[in-house]
Every structure is written in C-alpha cells, then in structure tokens.
C-alpha cells in the first residue's frame, strides 16, 4: 500500500504532463488488445500458410482446396474467391492484388497512431522536464539556502521524461510486434497467391468438389 500511495504522490510530482501520457499509455495498450483480436481473427496463420504450400507442391490440388474451405482468415477466403472466379473464365491476378490490399489495409489501421506516440511521448516528457526546470529555477524561488530545493525541482521535474520514454518504449514494442506479424502476412499472401494463378486451372478443377460444394 505505501509503494501505490509513493507511486501516486511521484507521478503527481512530474506535473500535468504525466495525465496525458497516461492517457497515451492507456491508448496504446487498447490499440495493442485490439490489434491482436484483429489479427488473430483475420490471419489464416503461419500454419495454414506452410500446409496450403506443402499441398500445392505436392501437387495435391484436391488437399489444398479442402485446406482453403475449412480455414478462416482473408488470405483462404481470397483464395476460395479466386478459384471460383478462374471457374467464370474471370481473370483472378487482378482480383487477388485488390483484395489483399484491402485486407492489408485493414491490418495496418491503427498502426499508425503507434508510431506517432512513439515520437510524440518523449516529446510530452521533455516538455514536463523543461516545464519543471522552469519553475526550479525561478528567480522567484531563488533564496538563500535553496540549492537543495532546487536540486529537488529538479528531481522531480525528470519524472515526465522517464515516464515518456517508458511510453515510447512500450508503444514501440507493441508496433514492432505488429509490424513483423504484418510482414509475414504479406510474405504468405504474395507466395499463394503467386501459386493459386499459376496453377489456376487445377485448383478450379479441384475446387468443383470443395470450395463449389
């Protein structure tokens, strides 16, 4: 209880500053929950991705079909939506880049904002130091047998950038995080869909059992 009631009365101490990086801290952790139910909702997975390759090299059409049908994620209901375009006589590269670019874009919402905090918290913590320091060195609270005061002040004036970059360093984790998660994602899009058109034909026929069904 004495360690809470120490860590309010310092985090008072850093000045009004501290309430909006804690609303900045408080913004980041609700975008990184978010986020993560997001792609972990959306991602058809790393797993899907290796299996759905496996299948297709082993030239088992039928496999990778049924894979496609019972998985969940944008990048198996692309490919179920490719197959049965090939299956029209639709061209599907077309289709397959703005879909997955939709997609994309839907993954990388919010991701923005991360990146501004990182850069933006530290600033906000700097502006509490400076802001304090200010007030340390007052000409009017400069007196005699105030050094001890002042260096004080000054103590408790650094509070904000500590908490600022703690801020950014918790906001950079979590974006960089998301970021790698993304940049797989990208990577198995573009090699099954790569393998989806050139091996359309035989998906479609392999799909008239599965994904038609």
């Not at 030239?59 to 198996?76: F, I, P, R, V």
């Not at 904000?160 to 801020?167: D, Q």
């Amino acid at each position: 209880m004495e360690n809470i009631v120490a860590g309010l009365e310092l985090f008072q101490k850093g000045g009004l500053v501290m309430y909006v990086l804690l609303l900045c801290s408080l913004f980041v952790m609700a975008i990184g929950v978010e986020r993560f139910q997001y792609f972990r909702r959306m991602d058809s997975g790393r797993g899907f991705a290796r299996e759905f390759f496996a299948l297709m090299g082993n030239e088992d059409y039928a496999g990778a079909m049924k894979l496609a049908q019972e998985s969940s994620g944008n990048m198996a209901e692309i490919i179920i939506q490719a197959v049965e375009r090939a299956a029209d006589g639709q061209e599907v590269s077309s289709f397959m880049e703005i879909q997955s670019g939709v997609a994309l874009s839907h993954f990388r919402r919010r991701l923005y904002y991360l990146n501004v905090i990182v850069t933006m918290a530290p600033l906000l913590g700097l502006l509490g130091t400076i802001s304090g320091m200010i007030s340390a060195f007052s000409v009017f609270n400069v007196q005699s047998a105030q050094a001890t005061a002042i260096t004080g002040g000054v103590g408790e004036a650094l509070i904000a950038t500590a908490f600022g970059l703690c801020v950014a360093i918790m906001a950079l984790a979590i974006h960089a995080f998301f970021v790698q998660w993304l940049e797989n994602i990208i990577t198995d899009m573009e090699q099954a869909f790569s393998l989806v058109e050139a091996k359309q034909a035989e998906l479609t026929k392999a799909g008239a059992a599965y994904a038609f069904a």
